[in-house]
């Protein structure tokens, strides 16, 4: 009767993760000497297993005098969820009983946690010879095992032998058609849910939500949001991080924070997406009050994430006030030894215009990766020093760093900031023939404004009749501003009549091609190109500054006068104006 009223407690203790009362529980079985029991032993290792104390978990194993299934499974699933997989295929590998399907699905899962193919096959091998493969916890985890090392195919194979496939096999495979870049078949699979009646739950939603940002298809992202919505999902935490992170791949931050004040119970998660969300929609001041937000809600504590994003937003708004403070709390916290946060500091000070920060800092850090050097290398590219940029891409390559596509676009922008056309040329000509890395378009536009710039615009053009990304509406952007700048009418009105065909819902060709008329004083034609635009019924959208006063962001867009301090504004300006026209005077006097 004790035993089994203890054994009750520590079931309960299990469930809720009551380590303390449970050690208290154990405590009490060994000093009533009833650790033979089978039974409770296995509630005793089960609590430490489920606490991830596998050591102590494993101590009561070897010392249990008899040991059955469920000592086993509890054990092999122990190891497996603490990460200690080859522990796990061990232990499964000394058994002497028949494993039942939670035995085997365990294992079959620790083959999938160290990507084992071959064990993961031997295992299912053994499953199919005592008649468990087709057991929907065997084949659920062989499903996810054969998507998890890219067997997509042998994946679908077992779903097509399960004997009762459920809504867990169909998210497995939903979760691996995304991790293994197939996203059609994906959809494929969630609408074949759909079909067959099953309703789908938060991993369903989860795992269509991100086939759509990945395959870019908002619109089935939408019928999804709405699924949710229907379903009354859209407020949990793991749905909403994913509405979230797809409307904010389509600049949509509006709808993603939406998506964000939804959410019910906010997790790091939830946080994290949604300030990551703001400076990649070009929000920054957003991002910076979201993290104010956050750091006001006692429940959450930021991380390492949350301040890589915060600090992409005070480079966004060159705001060096904002990002001191942040870096200020890094050191405070311990956090600025992280290689994700030491290359958002870099990136930070390097933005506000602090280069020799930027550099100090980079020195400073204890790891790089290939993500350090980029960002130094881009930070010294931005200031215009390509001597310097160069050095330090030979640095890079010293320590055994391989460049990558992104390394190249710096480069690419310091040799056009510093003129150096002929390395301009060497480095966009060997990123095929010695890195393997295919140029794209940003690449191609460096190239193209380097070219330009220097003067060499039949050079340039040509490149753009050579190249497949030469008709980019984006490259013969950048050449017809390149012929403004070199007053080149011939070549511009060219370009300028393919940007008209190419993009006819954009303002940008008929203002190029407005500035390069009157950088040579056709002032005719300048009329004429603004006749043009016109007629064509698009609107050029108004520029705007931003500056900071105070800690607080003040945006000013052309030709609008609402602000709430326009009368002050006009005033000082009017007192500046008269004090300019006072000097003009006096100076000529």
């Known amino acids: 009767m004790m035993a089994k009223s203890i054994s009750s407690l520590l079931h309960h203790c299990s469930k809720t993760k009551a380590l303390q009362q449970g050690i208290s529980l154990h405590a009490a079985v060994l000093k009533m000497g009833i650790q033979p029991d089978v039974i409770v032993s296995n509630h005793v290792l089960n609590l430490y297993a489920k606490s991830g104390k596998m050591m102590l978990a494993r101590k009561v194993f070897d010392e249990m005098s008899e040991r059955n299934l469920v000592s086993w499974s509890a054990m092999i699933s122990g190891h497996h969820q603490a990460g200690e997989h080859l522990l796990a295929l061990e232990l499964f590998s000394q058994m002497h009983l028949l494993p039942n399907e939670y035995i085997f699905a365990s294992a079959i899962s620790a083959c999938a946690g160290i990507q084992s193919l071959v ?39 077992v779903y097509g032998e399960a004997f009762e496939p459920n809504l867990v096999s169909f998210n497995a495979l939903i979760a691996g058609f995304v991790e293994n870049q197939q996203p059609e078949k994906g959809f494929d699979v969630f609408k074949l849910m759909l079909r067959q009646g099953l309703l789908p739950d ?13 395959s870019s298809d908002l619109r089935k992202g939408m019928i999804l949001h709405c699924l949710a919505v229907k379903r009354k999902l859209e407020s949990n935490p793991f749905v909403g991080n994913t509405i979230m992170a797809l409307y904010s791949k389509f600049n949509l931050i509006g709808e993603a924070e939406k998506a964000f004040r939804l959410i019910e119970e906010k997790d790091l998660i939830s946080w994290n997406t949604f300030i990551a969300a703001c400076p990649h929609c070009a929000d920054y001041e957003k991002g910076l009050s979201v993290f104010k937000e956050m750091s006001n809600n006692h429940g959450v504590r930021p991380d390492e994430f949350t301040f890589a994003s915060i600090l992409a937003a005070c480079a966004g708004l060159a705001s060096v006030q904002h990002g001191k403070q942040i870096h200020a709390h890094l050191i405070r916290m311990r956090l600025n030894q992280d290689v994700g946060v030491g290359n958002a500091l870099v990136n930070m000070y390097a933005k506000c215009g602090l280069i020799s920060c ?33 050095k330090l891409f030979e640095q890079m390559k010293a320590m055994g760093i391989k460049p990558d596509s992104v390394t190249f676009i710096g480069l690419l922008t310091a040799c056009n900031h510093a003129g150096l056309v002929k390395e301009g040329e060497a480095y966009f000509n060997s990123m095929e023939k010695t890195y393997g890395i295919s140029p794209d378009i940003e690449h191609f536009t460096c190239l193209i404004d380097l070219l330009g710039r220097a003067g060499k615009l039949l050079e340039a ?3 753009t009749k050579k190249f497949p990304l030469g008709q980019d509406p984006i490259v013969l952007g950048t050449l017809l501003s390149a012929c403004r700048l070199r007053r080149d009418v ?25 500035n390069l008329y009157a950088s040579d ?14 007629a064509s019924g698009l609107k050029k959208e108004p520029s705007y500054s931003m500056i900071e006063v105070q800690g607080t962001f003040e945006k000013f867009t052309v030709a609008e006068f609402s602000h709430s301090k326009i009368g002050e504004i006009n005033y000082m300006l009017k007192i500046l104006s008269l004090a300019a026209g006072e000097a003009c005077l006096s100076h000529l006097s």
């Open 119 to 157: 064990k993961g096959q031997q295992i299912h091998a053994y499953s199919l010879k005592f008649g468990y493969a087709s057991i929907s916890f065997v084949c659920n985890s062989l499903i996810s095992m054969y998507m998890k090392v890219g067997y997509s195919s042998d994946a679908l194979l």
């Open 202 to 214: 938060r991993f369903s939603f989860a795992g269509g939500l991100e086939i759509c940002s990945v």
């Open 358 to 390: 930027s550099y100090k800092l980079f020195n400073k850090m204890l790891h790089r990766n290939v993500v350090s050097w980029n960002t130094i290398i881009a930070a010294h590219a931005n200031h215009g020093l390509g001597g310097s940029t160069l």
């Open 461 to 463: 053009e040509e490149y």
């Open 490 to 514: 011939v070549i511009g009105e060219r370009l300028a009549k393919q940007l008209f065909h190419l993009q006819p819902t954009t303002t940008s060709p008929y203002v190029l091609l407005s």
């Open 521 to 534: 004083g056709m002032w005719g034609d300048v009329a004429g190109a603004r006749k043009m635009l016109k």
